[in-house]
């Protein structure tokens, strides 16, 4: 019988690892889906919205991966910085 017991219990933890290996993957994966990325239009890269510089052209918001691609769409655009 405490072979038996001893097999239960190895088999529970085994269980709550994977119960909570599985949860830690789904947090992630809601993490990754609830981030907001933008393509940066110059070199086509995809920025998180925290990360990303904005760009306002045209009253539109653009997202670039970096003040340098922003200048160059600006430049590209012919638009002057507002
Ligand atoms: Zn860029």
Do not use: N
């Not at 995809?46 to 653009?62: E, F, H, K, P």
Request: aromatic fraction near 10%; charge should be neutral; include cysteine.
């Amino acid at each position: 019988m405490g072979r038996l017991l001893i097999f239960v219990l190895i088999g529970y933890f085994i269980y709550l690892l994977v119960k909570k290996s599985s949860a830690a993957k789904i947090d992630k994966k809601q993490e990754a889906a609830e981030e907001e990325t933008f393509k940066d239009p110059v070199c086509g890269v995809y920025v998180a919205a925290d990360d990303a510089i904005i760009g306002r052209l045209d009253g539109q918001r653009i997202h670039f991966c970096s003040m340098a691609c922003l200048e160059k769409y600006r430049e590209q655009v012919g638009h002057t910085p507002t």
